[in-house]
């Protein structure tokens, strides 16, 4: 009676073909690091947290996502493969910024993962979780990562982990190893991408406070220059928001969709 019962709700047989195998949930292979509380490693349903669960933060990431790249900004390798994104762009982008020069760099598959790792855990109590988490969610603005990132509850994938979601699984490598930074590195960088962001783009992203041609109409005779904390102007172009300088580095594709499921 009850084998019959389990067979008319299409459950798996506990045992045998199409046993335990088949029992476990889906994504147990895909295995993450969590950067907050222990640094436990599992699959995502068995070690993800809600923020106000978060007792200790260890680690800030960034995720740059390979597929959201345009190939006419960042070239067309660098859109097909983590290690070239790192080499052609990610490493330039982190060396010209003292606190990101710090960061460990993982390929994850088809992505860079950037861990900010600090020297002594922040212990959170209270309203710190919600607090770091806003920190947290400011700090990915500093590069063209993936905008849907978590904040301070965010996984990572350990090196030699095999990441499943690509057929071959392919493996997480270390890029770099980096250093540690301190809870005040964190909250400059913090800071200057919530107050500067203009100064804090272009200099990361470009090396240089003012470039030419200018990078948004691409006028030979234009150069683009940080005008105040949240603008960039040049003459064709007039004063735009520094936004548009993270911006241009995603695809077409990506921003239509990002704008379609933000109106739905
Ligand atoms: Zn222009």
Not at 3 to 18: C, K
Not at 77 to 98: H, N
Not at 186 to 204: E, H, K, S, Y
Request: charged share 25%; net charge neutral.
């Amino acid at each position: 009676m009850k084998n019959m019962d389990r067979n008319e709700r299409h459950e798996p047989a506990a045992e045998g073909v199409g046993g335990p195998a088949c029992n476990r949930p889906a994504g147990w292979d895909d295995i993450r690091e969590a950067t907050f509380n222990r640094g436990e490693q599992g699959p995502a349903y068995a070690i993800a947290k809600p923020v106000d669960q978060v007792a200790c933060i260890n680690c800030f990431m960034i995720d740059l996502d390979c597929g959201i790249l345009d190939p006419n900004v960042v070239g067309e390798a660098a859109t097909q493969s983590a290690d070239d994104l790192y080499e052609k762009c990610v490493c330039d982008w982190l060396g010209r910024d003292p606190v990101l020069a710090k960061a460990e760099v993982r390929n994850t598959g088809h992505g860079l993962h950037i861990l900010l790792r600090l020297d002594e855990p922040i212990i959170c109590a209270g309203d710190d979780a919600r607090r770091w988490d806003k920190i947290a969610r400011g700090l990915r603005n500093a590069l063209p990562g993936d905008p849907n990132l978590n904040g301070i509850i965010a996984m990572t994938r350990p090196v030699g982990a095999l990441n499943s979601k690509y057929e071959p699984a392919r493996m997480v490598t270390q890029l770099r190893a980096g250093q540690r930074v301190s809870r005040e590195e964190i909250l400059d960088l913090g800071n200057r991408v919530a107050t500067a962001p203009a100064r804090l783009w272009m200099q990361v992203l470009h090396g240089s406070e003012r470039v030419s041609p200018c990078l948004l109409c691409g006028e030979e005779k234009n150069s683009l220059g940080v005008a105040g904390n949240w603008q960039v102007q040049c003459y064709g172009c007039g004063r735009v928001n520094a936004a548009a300088l993270v911006y241009r580095h995603y695809s077409p594709e990506f921003l239509e969709k990002r704008k379609g499921s933000k109106n739905g």
